[in-house]
Each structure stands twice: as structure tokens, then as C-alpha cells.
């Protein structure tokens, strides 16, 4: 091998060597590391998700205890109100403590009351307990349409500080320079479009949970209006 063959050899390991930092200081990058350079909006779009997922958290514990019933409870409650034991059914729709056993319980105080007045008492508690279910819902919407808008906002103004620094660098305009804006600009803009979609789906299975539990209580009021209605023995 010559001198010449050799020289060629050379420059290519001395390229390599100029490459080989640049592509570690881009892959030794993180998602924290990026979030820090989304500026003080990614701070809004933090709280967001994390109140997004507490809701989501807490929510589902409420529906899942919520949707816990005793299968023999309304049978229970049929025998006790046939039998005359007014109190006793109503004591037992304290102790089960469930939107289903409110609702019930709520209906037998209105006992002797035209069928009318009863089943809109029933109703009305049908009412606050959805609306129980329902707590922190339109904090999830709000999110799922606000993070994105949040997020576009970080756009605009990563775009107007890009543009500010290439205005001041003048013929001096470099690629660090304007680094910043854009960074601010993309990263702001993935981060809402984040937290937008968590809390739309957790918006939406939460909305489905809460349909099904709502199918529940539609059921059980039947049953007991059923019960009012059946002939003495």
C-alpha cells in the first residue's frame, strides 16, 4: 500500500471521528431533556395530564364501586316490602350503600304516595347519583380540546422567537440560533397533542362506564316499580 492510497484512508477516519460526537449528543437526548426545551407552556400541559390521569384513577374506582351489587338484594327488598317490613328493607338499602340501594331506598319513604310522586323521587335521586358519577368529567373534555389548542399556542410563539433571533443574528444566521424557537414550536405542539388524546379516550371509556352503570339503575327502578304494582297474595 502507498502514500497515496493511504491519505484517502486517513481522511475518512478523521470524518468518522468529527461525526461520531455529533451522533452521540443526539442519541443520548430523552423525552425530559426535550420537555425541558417545550419552554413554560409543557409545564400547563403537565398539570393537565396529571389531573387528566388522576380523574381517570379515581373515577374508575368510584364506577367499579359503584357497579358492585348483591344479586339477591332486590329479592331481599321484594320479601321485606311484601311482607310488611318497611323498616327492615329500609335499613338494609342503608347498609348496601350503592347508587341502586339509594334509589330503592328513596322510593320506599315515598310508599303509600301516588305511583307518580314516587317514581319521581326516584328519578330525582337517579339524578344526583349520575351527577356523582359524572364529577370530573368536563375536566377531561376541557382537556381533551384545550391541550391541543395549548400546544398550537407553543407553535405560534416558538415560531416568533425563531424568527426574533434570525431577525436580530441578521446576516449572522445560524442553526443554533434559531434552535430554541423551533424546538419550543415541535415540541410543544407533540406534547399537547398528547395529553389531548389521554384525555379524550379516558374521557370517552369513562362516559361508557358510566352509560353502563346508568343501564343498571334504568333496571332496578323497573324491578321495583314491578314490585309497587304486583297483586297481593
Do not use: H
Not at 21 to 48: C, H, R, S, Y
Amino acid at each position: 500500500m502507498n502514500l497515496l492510497q493511504i491519505a484517502p484512508v486517513q481522511d475518512t477516519l478523521q470524518q468518522l471521528q468529527q461525526v461520531a460526537p455529533a451522533v452521540e449528543t443526539q442519541t443520548t437526548m430523552n423525552a425530559l431533556d426535550l420537555a425541558f426545551k417545550g419552554g413554560w407552556l409543557m409545564i400547563v400541559l403537565l398539570v393537565l395530564l396529571l389531573l387528566s390521569v388522576y380523574v381517570l384513577i379515581e373515577r374508575t374506582l368510584v364506577i367499579n364501586k359503584a357497579g358492585k351489587e348483591d344479586n339477591s338484594f332486590m329479592n331481599r327488598i321484594k320479601d321485606y316490602i311484601l311482607d310488611g317490613k318497611i323498616e327492615t328493607a329500609m335499613t338494609l338499602c342503608r347498609n348496601t350503600n350503592t347508587p341502586s340501594a339509594r334509589m330503592v331506598e328513596k322510593g320506599i319513604s315515598r310508599l303509600g304516595r301516588p305511583t307518580a310522586d314516587v317514581m319521581s323521587a326516584i328519578e330525582n335521586q337517579g339524578n344526583i347519583e349520575i351527577s356523582k358519577l359524572e364529577k370530573g368529567l368536563p375536566l377531561l373534555a376541557t382537556t381533551a380540546s384545550g391541550a391541543p389548542m395549548i400546544g398550537f399556542l407553543g407553535t405560534v410563539t416558538g415560531m416568533v422567537k425563531a424568527f426574533m433571533s434570525m431577525a436580530s443574528a441578521g446576516a449572522n444566521v445560524d442553526v443554533n440560533i434559531l434552535s430554541t424557537g423551533i424546538y419550543e414550536a415541535l415540541v410543544t405542539t407533540v406534547g399537547g397533542l398528547i395529553v389531548g388524546i389521554i384525555a379524550m379516550f379516558a374521557y370517552n371509556y369513562l362516559t361508557t362506564r358510566i352509560k353502563g352503570i346508568v343501564n343498571k339503575l334504568e333496571m332496578r327502578i323497573m324491578e321495583f316499580m314491578d314490585i309497587l304494582n304486583e297483586p297481593a297474595v
